[in-house]
């Protein structure tokens, strides 16, 4: 059974986030803590303004971040964040493996006070592009022919598969 939200945690992410907006940042944080003592391993908050990088999420950051200091996953970790994860978000702590992800704002309550859409998505309808089929999707994609588009894959599992 998980353990409940700490209430602590929560509060942390919303300060960092908004001490990020203070500063001339977007309002979002990461804390990534050890889920068995509850011990902060690491602070994140957006940086998209300040590096240019649209990239820059907070959990992104904090993913990026504990990789250079040696931690290859969030595996044993939970992570508090300002707001459900975006698509890019969700599918990068997919990859990370943390143990479960504490959100404070659903996506319903950010919407209603924040827009950080672009040309191709809005808030709104980012989650659904994902679900459509490359055809119908905002951001415009083609497939590319190739005489032997497997060989990447086919070269990596020669070598790890043996």
């Known amino acids: 059974m998980t353990s409940p939200a700490d209430p602590a945690l929560v509060a942390r992410s919303i300060d960092l986030a908004r001490s990020n907006v203070a500063d001339g940042g977007k309002p979002f944080a990461c ?3 050890d889920a068995a003592s509850g011990e902060v391993l690491h602070e994140a908050t957006n940086q998209v ?3 240019g990088d649209k990239t820059a999420h907070a959990e992104i950051t904090a993913i990026r971040e504990l990789a250079a200091q040696g931690r290859s996953d ?3 970790c939970d992570v508090y964040v300002t707001a459900y ?4 978000c969700l599918g990068a702590l997919y990859y990370a493996e943390p143990e479960r992800v504490v959100y404070a704002a659903t996506r319903e309550q950010e919407n209603e006070h924040y827009e950080d859409g672009g040309r191709y998505m809005t ?3 980012f989650y659904d592009e994902y679900a459509a089929a490359p055809e119908d999707r905002a951001l ?3 497939h590319g022919a190739h005489p032997h588009p497997t060989a990447p ?3 990596h599992a ?3 598969h043996s």
């Open 158 to 160: 020669a070598l790890h």
């Open 123 to 125: 808030l709104a309808t």
């Open 31 to 33: 804390v990534v803590v």
């Open 153 to 155: 894959f086919e070269d």
């Open 140 to 142: 415009p994609s083609a």
């Open 85 to 88: 994860p975006c698509p890019m």
């Open 49 to 51: 303004v300040q590096s």
């Open 74 to 76: 969030l595996r044993g």
